[in-house]
């Protein structure tokens, strides 16, 4: 089944429940504490969190998403995407715990012939909030899910709030089995590659009086409107359906994977992630599919490459696809191969990314230029540098990271990913200390500037099970010069 037809029959199934149609809002949140869209809730948090009247009961959306706390785990898990696109559908004080669990079941496990996602009850997982009993009994009712098949856990993975005093509840996540060639027995509390998280239900329950962290918070008691949030990836699903490894090779994603092994005249194979994450050129190919794709979608909806914010999360999306087809031997300009096979994997769903595609490909375009002019300045130095360091044994100074930023423009991440390659480990604090020293002495001309940083604490919490967000670089490489 089609990305495509995974996304239209999400609509289908909850409009045929009541649900109205919402459809996606732009990558960039309205939200002005957000520097991105990272759920399928963000455009509904002002209904969610009773500050508005929500025009609607229930509503269904397919939701652009973008996630740069997950840009470590891309093309190392079978599961991570930096753009991705989460199925939600949504109560506003309309019904509860008993729909939430029944529509999903439903949606489910109903054949394909009847408009469902036809999967294998037997390979159905869930996972209820440690005392969420009544989740639990819900899940033996509506699905006939076994109790050894509910799984519960703690407030890190099966609780939702703001981190602010406000709405809170358990959580209920949904897991498939991947069988056991992809790990262990026992269930999702057990493994998470071979148990794949595909769905999340948030049942916002109560009124929390006072948050001190993720896991330490006061309950004040129930909300008078109670509320339900869910999300699915739907690449996730894609990836079940579609009988493939990972999501890198989905159909939104795999043309650009094949046309960065095209270009690289390597052979892509989907050999398992988990055995050695790091620096295989499989891994390599799936950080193209996904940071080219992400590149596209941002771009269009307005990002364009900074030193800053938004920008710089573009920017280094860019930069580092650019650096993982050099990785792959190829040192020319590729993207006017790679956006291309993305545009095409995406005009179905979204036709702006042909239409406006002249734009996007000329920011873009220039962007691996400008990096690939600062590539070449830099890497003669950098490599004297690495050898200088191992000749003397040392790490490769602060003094000289901060050197390379500073006459060529070298993001830290770079020199970082750079060394690490070359077997060497860099004195970062030496050089934030340095960069940190300049910008002090910078301090006169910035007084009265206004920090673009945005207040993220929503957006570190809606990146559940300890996931922080990037926000290093943006501060590092305010100043750097590409
Ligand atoms: P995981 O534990 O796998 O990182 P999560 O618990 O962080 O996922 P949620 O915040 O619960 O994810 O988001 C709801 C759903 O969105 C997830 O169940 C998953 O299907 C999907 N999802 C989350 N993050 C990503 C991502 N980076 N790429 C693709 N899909 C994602
Ligand atoms: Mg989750
Ligand atoms: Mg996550
Ligand atoms: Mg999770």
């Not at 600062?374 to 490599?383: C, F, K, P, Q, V």
């Amino acid at each position: 089944m089609q990305s495509q037809e995974i996304a239209r029959r999400w609509i289908e199934f909850f409009t045929s429940k009541d649900h109205t149609a919402v459809p996606s809002a732009s990558l960039v949140s309205s939200d002005p504490s957000l520097l991105f869209t990272v759920a399928g809730m963000v455009p509904f948090i002002p209904y969610l969190t009773a500050r508005e009247e929500a025009p609607y009961d229930r509503a269904v959306s397919v939701q652009k998403c973008i996630r740069t706390g997950d840009i470590e785990e891309v093309g190392k898990t079978a599961r991570h995407g930096t753009f991705f696109q989460m199925c939600g559908n949504f109560s506003f004080g309309n019904y509860f715990k008993t729909e939430a669990i029944g529509f999903a079941w439903e949606l489910l496990t109903s054949s394909i012939s009847d408009g469902g996602y036809g999967l294998d009850k037997n390979r159905l997982w869930v996972t209820v909030y440690l005392d969420d009993d009544e989740a639990a009994a819900l899940w033996q009712q509506i699905a006939g899910l076994p109790a050894e098949r509910i799984q519960r856990m703690g407030k890190k993975d099966n609780y939702w709030h703001t981190g602010q005093p406000g709405p809170g509840g358990p959580c209920s996540e949904i897991y498939y089995d991947r069988g056991p060639a992809y790990g262990p027995d026992g269930g999702p509390a057990v493994d998470d590659v071979r148990y794949i998280e595909i769905w999340n239900l948030v049942f916002m329950q109560y009124q929390l009086s006072a948050v001190r962290s993720k896991e330490d918070f006061d309950v004040a008691g129930e909300l008078p409107k109670k509320n339900i949030d869910t999300g699915l990836g739907l690449e996730r699903l894609a990836l079940i359906l579609q009988g493939v490894e990972n999501f890198y090779e989905t159909d939104q994603v795999r043309p650009v994977l094949d046309a960065a092994a095209a270009i690289s005249g390597k052979e892509y194979t989907s050999a398992e992630t988990a055995a050695d994450p790091h620096h295989t050129d499989d891994v390599r190919m799936r950080v193209v599919a996904d940071h080219i794709r992400s590149a596209l979608m941002l771009i269009s909806d307005g990002v364009t490459p900074s030193n800053e914010g938004r920008g710089y999360v573009l920017r280094r999306l860019i930069r580092r696809a650019v650096r993982a087809m050099r990785l792959l031997g190829v040192e020319r300009a590729c993207l006017p191969e790679l956006l291309p096979a993305s545009r095409d994997a995406m005009k179905g769903v979204y036709p702006q990314v042909e239409a406006d595609f002249e734009r996007i490909a000329r920011i873009a375009y220039a962007e691996e230029k400008s990096f690939l002019r600062t590539i070449a300045s830099g890497t003669a130095r950098m490599e004297e540098a690495v050898t200088e360091s191992k000749a003397a044994g040392t790490s490769l100074s602060g003094a000289e990271a901060f050197a390379l930023h500073d006459t060529y423009g070298f993001p830290i991440d770079l020199t970082l990913e750079m060394a690490e390659e070359a077997g060497l480990a860099v004195d970062e604090a030496g050089f934030r200390s340095l960069m940190l020293e300049q910008r002090q002495r910078a301090q006169a001309d910035a007084r009265g500037k206004k920090s673009g940083h945005a207040d993220l604490s929503v957006f570190n919490e809606l990146l559940a099970g300890g996931q922080t967000i990037f926000t290093g670089y943006d501060e590092l490489d305010g100043e750097s010069r590409v």
